[in-house]
Nanobody, 119 residues
Framework: QVQLVESGGGLVQAGDSLRLACAAS????????MGWFRQAPGKEREFVASISRFGTSTRYADSVKGRFTISRDNAKNMVYLEMNTLKPEDTAVYYC????????????WGQGTQVTVSS
């Protein structure tokens, strides 16, 4: 079992940057793919980005490609999401997730952190 806790969300203006962090505990994340998902009000949860176990491969949703960067530090059991050039449509609750499947790591979930981007 792994517990995930997100931090770093907040209220920012369009064009600003934010860095989300996900702290994992309970077990090492070295053998898990990690990912970020988000859910906007009235919408379904959607994939944002994922990273392979050793960080050699990453995937992004088209809507964030070129603006967001996912990274991980296995020694610290941490995962990050650097978000640049934020847009109002990025407003959502962002969830950290983990699992064995790099394409969709969804076995474990955090509680989420709110990101609000004002125009």
């Amino acid at each position: 079992q792994v517990q995930l806790v997100e931090s770093g969300g907040g209220l920012v203006q369009a064009g600003d940057s934010l860095r989300l962090a996900c702290a994992a505990s309970g077990r090492t994340i070295r053998d898990l793919a990690m990912g970020w998902f988000r859910q906007a009000p009235g919408k379904e949860r959607e994939f944002v980005a994922s990273i392979s176990r050793f960080g050699t491969s990453t995937r992004y949703a088209d809507s964030v490609k070129g603006r967001f960067t996912i990274s991980r530090d296995n020694a610290k059991n941490m995962v990050y999401l650097e978000m640049n050039t934020l847009k109002p449509e990025d407003t959502a609750v962002y969830y950290c997730a983990a699992g064995p499947q790099y394409a969709r790591p969804t076995d474990y979930w955090g509680q989420g952190t709110q990101v609000t981007v004002s125009s």
